[in-house]
Nanobody, 129 residues
Framework: QVQLAESGGGLVQAGGSLRLSCAAS????????MGWLRQAPGKEREFVAA????????YSGDSVKGRFTISRDNAKNSLYLQMNSLKPEDTAVYYC??????????????????????WGQGTQVTVSS
């Protein structure tokens, strides 16, 4: 089992940047592929980005490509999401999640809740116009 705790959310103006972090504890962090997903009020959950166990492969949702970068530091048991050029439509609660699926299975349906075994509590990101 792994426990996940997000941090780094907040209020930022459109065009600004934020860096989210997710600290993991428990089983070896490198055992899991990791993802960031988000959910805005009244909307469906949306996949943001995923990263493989080694960090060598990443996969991003179309709405954030070129603006958001996912990374991880296995030595520090940490996952990150660098968010640049933020837009009001990026406003949501952002969750980090750990997956035991293969990279192929995860990226085939990265928004499926069943692909993630453990979830953090989420951190709010609000982008003002």
């Amino acid at each position: 089992q792994v426990q996940l705790a997000e941090s780094g959310g907040g209020l930022v103006q459109a065009g600004g940047s934020l860096r989210l972090s997710c600290a993991a504890s428990g089983r070896p962090f490198s055992s899991y592929a990791m993802g960031w997903l988000r959910q805005a009020p009244g909307k469906e959950r949306e996949f943001v980005a995923a990263i493989s166990r080694s960090g060598g492969s990443t996969y991003s949702g179309d709405s954030v490509k070129g603006r958001f970068t996912i990374s991880r530091d296995n030595a520090k048991n940490s996952l990150y999401l660098q968010m640049n050029s933020l837009k009001p439509e990026d406003t949501a609660v952002y969750y980090c999640a750990a997956s035991i699926e293969t990279w192929w299975s995860l990226t085939a349906d990265p928004n499926a809740r069943r692909n993630y075994r453990y979830w953090g509590q989420g951190t709010q990101v609000t982008v003002s116009s």
